[in-house]
């Protein structure tokens, strides 16, 4: 009986943890394509390069400028985002990564880590800032346009 117990703590744990890293993030679905957003899209497809093109093998990530202005996001461990010295405060940075990894993981000083993961169907992750200590971020099954304040 005392095993039963042990496992019972353990996954009652494992779920808080979960559920602790999550409070750090609110998240949006967008699944309905307005024809600004197909508009944005077109456009968007015809100026880009292949290697930020939307796959199935790749999920696109949206960086807003103004909400990281002067500051640096750590992507998966391994890539530094540097938003200081923009003469803008309007637009986007974009990396891709692999929808195999399952999730990201997103850093900046002074804030806790986040795991965010990569939902099925979803082919682009708009991350548009921290507002009261958690990251805002919006998924969306279509190119989403992003548009300045």
């Known amino acids: 009986m005392d095993i039963y117990k042990k496992i019972i703590g353990i996954i009652v744990l494992l779920l808080l943890s979960n559920c602790r890293s999550n409070g750090y993030f609110s998240y949006w679905d967008i699944n309905v394509q307005t024809e600004k957003d ?6 968007y497809n015809k100026i880009t390069d292949n290697g930020l093109k939307s796959s199935n093998e790749f999920v696109l990530l949206k960086f807003n400028l103004f909400a990281f202005k002067d500051t ?11 938003f200081r010295g923009f003469k803008t405060d309007c637009g986007e940075i974009m990396r891709r990564v692999p929808k195999s990894a399952k999730h990201i993981v997103l850093y900046t000083a002074g804030e806790p880590e986040i795991k965010v993961p990569i939902m099925k169907g979803y082919d682009f992750i708009m991350i548009q800032g921290i507002n009261n200590h958690r990251w805002n971020i919006i998924y969306s099954q279509f190119y989403p346009k992003f548009e300045c304040m």
């Open 38 to 43: 197909l508009l944005a899209e077109e456009a």
């Open 72 to 82: 640096e996001i750590i992507l998966n461990k391994n890539d530094t985002i540097n």
